[in-house]
């Protein structure tokens, strides 16, 4: 499963997430997250307010990807400046 998300600002990641993961583990399904930021033309990350908090923030969503994903045996896509090559390697771990 391609799930294309800016991910969940949540930290850690709760049962939501943890349940997304095990519901897909439940029925042998793969998830590789995508970070839509990370995509070629989606709009820069805005730093508003705290640049720390905002890091922070960041960070959440992207552990968030990781937390949907790596259980499933797949993996987050978080920043790839060349998604043809994400989409590549994804392709050859589902061979």
Known sequence: M??????????PP??????F???????????FAVNARGLPS????????DAALWASYRAAMLNSLRAISEPTGGFAVLDEADFADALQRIGRSVR
């Open 42 to 49: 989606a709009p820069a990350w805005p730093v508003q307010g």
């Open 14 to 19: 709760d049962v939501r997430v943890a349940g």
């Open 2 to 11: 391609l799930s294309v998300t800016n991910g969940y600002h949540l930290d």
């Open 21 to 31: 993961a095990s519901a897909a583990q439940r029925s042998n399904v793969t998830v």
